[in-house]
Nanobody, 125 residues
Framework: QVQLVESGGRLVQAGGSLRLSCAAS????????MGWFRQAPGQERKFVAF????????YYADFGRGRFTISRNNAKNTVDLQMLRLKPEDTAIYYC??????????????????WGQGIQVTVSS
């Protein structure tokens, strides 16, 4: 079992930046791939970013490519999502997710077994 806790969400103006962090605890000795997802009101949960167990593979949703950067620190059991040039349409609850490493890019929510509680990011225009 892995427990995930997100932090860093807040209200930010359009064009601003924000860094979300996800702290993992529990059985962290297993190789885990990590992802960030987001869910806006009335919408399904959408993939945002992926990083593999050792951090040498990243992948982004089209809307985040060039603006978002995912990174991880396995020594600290953290995964961060740096978001730049934020837009009002980035407003959503952001979720951190972990899944047993499967050595390919995973963008579907069902591929992740563990989820954080989510954290609100609001971008004002």
């Amino acid at each position: 079992q892995v427990q995930l806790v997100e932090s860093g969400g807040r209200l930010v103006q359009a064009g601003g930046s924000l860094r979300l962090s996800c702290a993992a605890s529990g059985r962290t000795d297993t190789r885990y791939m990590m992802g960030w997802f987001r869910q806006a009101p009335g919408q399904e949960r959408k993939f945002v970013a992926f990083i593999n167990w050792n951090g040498d593979t990243e992948y982004y949703a089209d809307f985040g490519r060039g603006r978002f950067t995912i990174s991880r620190n396995n020594a600290k059991n953290t995964v961060d999502l740096q978001m730049l040039r934020l837009k009002p349409e980035d407003t959503a609850i952001y979720y951190c997710a972990a899944g047993t490493e499967v050595y390919h890019i995973c963008t579907g929510p069902l591929e992740y077994a563990y989820w954080g509680q989510g954290i609100q990011v609001t971008v004002s225009s």
